[in-house]
């Protein structure tokens, strides 16, 4: 009765066990690889045809710096399963007996499992340059918009600083007519002053005091009319 048996076992025994199924009979039948997010999974099968009965060793996990050792001194035919692996899953084997370097398949991208047809290339890279050229749009009218943002909040600073010196200046200019009054209220205070000042002395003595200060400004402004 034919049978199917899977056994997990970690990278490091990978080369003993090949080993004891090449002494016990085991023939190669094939070799596998699946990308997970942990890495890549291997799944080697053997036949034992005595017993009739399949055995599958999974090794799983395998990162692109993780050296795995060729089976192909035990089972040559592995070599083609090898080599296709790497080309596609882009995991590293080492001792192999027959290595391509990376060229057993001409894939269109690097690994893992991107087999894609010329015109599917072609399509990706017409994508690609467009999305770059869109990308590059946004960058420039991003900066033209930054630019431009600069440019007005310098104006505005500019005219700011311009109208403060304006307002300053326009104040600093004295004003006639304010002056006119600021001398009249002042002249008017005096006045005032002075004739509270009359009003507490003797009448008599007050009156020689105003008309000497009628005589005084009647003197001034026959000079100023001069």
């Keep these: 009765m ?60 395998i990162g692109e710096d993780t050296e795995v050792p060729s089976i192909q001194e035990l089972y040559f035919a592995a070599f083609s399963y090898e080599n296709e692996t790497h080309d596609l899953f882009g995991v590293h084997f080492i001792n192999m007996k027959l290595d391509f370097g990376g060229h057993f398949f001409n894939v269109a991208e690097e690994a893992p499992m991107t087999v894609i047809t010329p015109e599917m290339k072609a399509e990706r890279e017409k994508l690609a340059k467009q999305r770059a050229a869109a990308a590059a749009k946004a960058r420039k009218a991003a900066e033209e918009k930054q630019a431009a943002e600069a440019e007005a909040a310098a104006d505005a600073k500019e005219a700011a600083v311009a109208a403060g ?62």
Excluded: W
Excluded at 3 to 26: M, N, S, W, Y
Excluded at 44 to 50: K, N
Excluded at 217 to 222: L, N
């Design 2 to 61: 034919y049978t199917t048996e899977f056994v997990d076992i970690p990278l490091v025994e990978l080369l003993a066990r090949v080993q004891t199924l090449k002494h016990e009979g085991f023939r190669f039948v094939q070799m596998c690889g699946e990308t997970t997010e942990a890495g890549t999974d291997l799944l080697y099968t053997f036949y034992d045809e005595v017993r009739d009965n399949a055995l599958n060793l999974c090794v799983y996990g």
């Design 165 to 226: 010196k304006s307002a300053g200046s326009v104040g600093d200019k004295p004003d006639p007519a304010a002056e006119a009054r600021s001398d009249a209220d002042k002249e008017a205070e005096r006045a005032a002053k002075m004739e509270a000042k009359l009003a507490a002395m003797d009448p008599e003595k007050a009156a020689k005091v105003r008309a000497a200060l009628a005589a005084k400004a009647a003197k001034a402004a026959q000079k100023d009319g001069e």
